[in-house]
């Protein structure tokens, strides 16, 4: 079975395929698709990976369902022989998202021309031909020995 930790909204959830979530209120039209990058945990297969924060390459596809509201909560605050009573009311606002996919992107391996490269640069260190002589001695050193002092000495 493939499931999904992703955090959206400050919050984590676990997220299946085909199953449905209730997220905290996005800015979305019913129908419209939505891609969380935020994976932290990915298994699929009895092989899990845990991010550092995030698993790299992995995304969570969905669909928003609806924006619902979840029951109204009654607040409210009283003292008694006070004469003080306080009553509120609170309806949070959630997105209905339906997961469609968990998808992860696969490490690709070395290309053949980074394989080139490192044999050239190896290529590049070979030693001097036979009559060639090797120049031992640094830019500054060769200064030192052209300038010569103004004076007569």
């Not at 999904?4 to 400050?10: D, P, Q, W």
């Not at 919050?11 to 994976?39: H, I, N």
């Not at 509120?88 to 070395?110: C, E, N, S, W």
């Amino acid at each position: 079975m493939k499931y999904a930790v992703i955090e959206a909204g400050g919050k984590q959830y676990l997220a299946r395929e085909g199953e449905t979530l209730e997220v905290d209120r996005m800015p979305l039209e019913v129908g419209q698709k939505v891609e969380f990058k935020e994976v932290l945990l990915l298994a699929e297969d009895g092989k899990v990976q845990v991010g550092a924060p995030q698993v790299k390459g992995a995304k969570v596809e969905a669909t928003v369902v609806a924006q619902v509201k979840a029951p109204k909560i009654i607040v409210f605050k009283y003292i008694p022989k006070e004469r003080y009573r306080r009553k509120r009311g609170h309806r949070q606002q959630y997105t209905r998202v339906r997961v469609d996919r968990i998808a992860v992107a696969k490490p690709r391996a070395k290309k053949a021309s980074e394989a080139e490269k490192s044999k050239a640069s190896g290529a590049k260190k070979q030693p001097a031909a036979k009559g060639a002589k090797a120049d031992t001695k640094s830019a500054a050193a060769k200064k030192k020995q052209t300038k010569k002092p103004a004076g007569g000495e």
